[in-house]
């Protein structure tokens, strides 16, 4: 079956370290995203990709990077500049063309903590 | 700037009651709508969406969501609650048919 395969489930970070989540997708969607969920605050956009070898910050980007360099995965680095990185973050991916565009795909999210 | 706005953090109801979760959107085009259930320690699953080809929406699980244009709202609900209901409830709007706009998630909690 197709779907987004987020890894690790869980994750933890030392001070001052770089920790790199992963997600790939077999759906063949062109655009595909990441969000931070924090209790009580939804989900927020942290960066999302429309096309290979591009990709747009989204509201919380500060702290984060990513790439695409293939379709089918969009890593997120949360680097030692994010100094609240405990959350649970998820992945997502869609088709750009038709009606209803955005998210309609996510992962089973990551849940990063400090040690 | 688009915005979603949902009324109540937490919901109770007891099973085979009438579920209500509201959400309200700020939007200056006509927006796309989508409702997402998420159950604990896992992603978001598409309840439903509304594209503009019929106002009233039916869903999986036998949720539904009804936009009112004149109110700016898209409530979700369903006849009669299930225990397997219980979860988190997000509703979410997109314009540009790219990222989407999340409320801050509704709590559904289901009694016996």
């Known amino acids: 079956d197709g779907g987004i395969t987020q890894s690790p489930k869980y994750l933890f970070r030392k001070e001052g370290q770089n920790v790199t989540l992963s997600c790939e997708q077999n759906l063949n969607h062109d655009a595909m995203y ?52 405990t959350a649970f973050y998820l992945c997502a991916s869609s088709t750009l063309r038709g009606q209803g565009g955005g998210p309609q795909h996510f992962g089973d999210g990551t849940r990063l903590s400090i040690l | 700037a688009q915005s979603v706005t949902q009324l109540g ?10 579920v209500l979760l509201r959400c309200n959107y700020s939007s200056s085009v006509p927006p796309y ?21 019929a ?3 039916k869903g999986i699980n036998g949720f539904e969501a009804e936009f009112k244009k004149s109110e700016t709202s898209f409530h979700l609900t369903k006849p009669s609650a299930h225990m397997s209901d219980a979860a988190e409830y997000f509703c979410a709007v997109s314009v540009a048919g790219t990222a989407l706009i999340f409320g801050k998630g509704t709590t559904l909690s289901v009694s016996s």
């Open chain 2, 9 to 18: 953090s937490h919901v109770s109801v007891s099973e085979g009651a009438l």
């Open chain 1, 34 to 85: 990441w969000y931070r969920q924090d209790p009580g605050q939804g989900l927020r956009l942290i960066y999302y990709s429309q096309i290979v070898n591009d990709f747009q910050k989204g509201d919380i980007a500060e702290g984060y990077s990513v790439s695409r360099e293939k379709k089918e995965s969009f890593p997120l680095t949360v680097t030692s500049a994010q100094k609240n990185p």
């Open chain 2, 33 to 53: 709508l989508f409702w997402y259930v998420q159950y604990p320690n896992q992603g978001l699953q598409l309840l439903l969406k509304y594209t503009s080809a």
């Open chain 2, 55 to 57: 106002t009233l929406v």
